[in-house]
């Protein structure tokens, strides 16, 4: 099992930005990469960024490809989402995800592992 804590979120104004942070703790070794996903009301939940574990591959959706930034810290077992240049529709709960095994790194029936959501709010 691996249990994933995320942190960083809250409320700021468009254009401004957010780093969040997710912490992976437990059965670390299974990782096979780690992900960022969101769900903004009424809206079912969408891939954002992810990057695999060991060789740092990085993959994004195309409305956040040149403003967010998905990176890891392997010794620290923890995956960052960098995100600048906030706009309103960035607004939604925004979900650390991890995998252990291998497949698609964009669908979310792929991840196995979960946070439990932190907040983004951007203003306009």
């Known amino acids: 099992q691996v249990q994933l804590v995320e942190s960083g979120g809250g409320l700021v104004q468009a254009g401004e930005s957010l780093r969040l942070s997710c912490v992976a703790s437990?059965?670390?070794?299974?990782?096979?990469?780690m992900g960022w996903f969101r769900q903004a009301p009424g809206k079912d939940r969408e891939f954002v960024a992810s990057?695999?574990?060991?060789?740092?591959?990085?993959y994004y959706t195309d409305s956040v490809k040149g403003r967010f930034t998905v990176s890891r810290d392997i010794v620290k077992n923890t995956v960052y989402l960098q995100m600048n240049s906030l706009k309103p529709e960035d607004t939604a709960v925004y979900y650390c995800?991890?995998?252990?095994?291998?497949?698609?790194?964009?669908?979310?029936?792929?991840?196995?592992?979960w946070g439990q959501g932190t907040q983004v709010t951007v203003s306009s």
């Open positions: 437990g059965r670390t070794s299974s990782l096979y990469a």
């Open positions: 990057i695999s574990w060991s060789y740092g591959r990085r």
């Open positions: 995800a991890a995998k252990s095994g291998s497949g698609s790194y964009i669908e979310l029936k792929t991840y196995n592992y």
